[in-house]
Nanobody, 135 residues
Framework: EVQVVQSGGGLVQAGGSLRLSCATAGFTFEDYTIAWFRQAPGKEREGVSC????????YYADSVKGRFTISSDNAKNTVYLEMNSLKPGDTAVYYC????????????????????????????WGQGTLVTVSS
């Protein structure tokens, strides 16, 4: 059974830092691409960052480039999202997704945001974690 379990998040002041974790099980970690999305109230789910575990390729949305860092610990089957210099605009529920198709994840990242229907194209999602950045 595939498991995607998130941890981290919470409330932080603008300029602060948080780290999100995405622990996975039930599949060959190296064969997957792990992505972070976020969804603010009333908005579509937005691609934030992703990493192809096998080749280490990473992608960052322009809005987080230079502030967020994605990394993987293959020994723990876990991906991390280190978020620095947080802004109130980063406030959202953050979701981790595990997908075997690197091209699908990269295409979703290039779209910027994905529709409710496109969300269903990805089978394995974490439970979501709230990040609130106060001004």
């Amino acid at each position: 059974e595939v498991q995607v379990v998130q941890s981290g998040g919470g409330l932080v002041q603008a300029g602060g830092s948080l780290r999100l974790s995405c622990a996975t099980a039930g599949f060959t970690f190296e064969d997957y691409t792990i992505a972070w999305f976020r969804q603010a109230p009333g908005k579509e789910r937005e691609g934030v960052s992703c990493i192809s575990v096998r080749d280490g390729d990473t992608y960052y949305a322009d809005s987080v480039k230079g502030r967020f860092t994605i990394s993987s610990d293959n020994a723990k089957n876990t991906v991390y999202l280190e978020m620095n210099s947080l802004k109130p605009g980063d406030t959202a529920v953050y979701y981790c997704a595990a997908e075997e198709s690197k091209s699908l994840i990269w295409s979703f990242m290039a779209l910027g945001s994905i529709t409710t229907r496109q969300v269903t194209f990805l089978e394995h999602w974490g439970q979501g974690t709230l990040v609130t950045v106060s001004s």
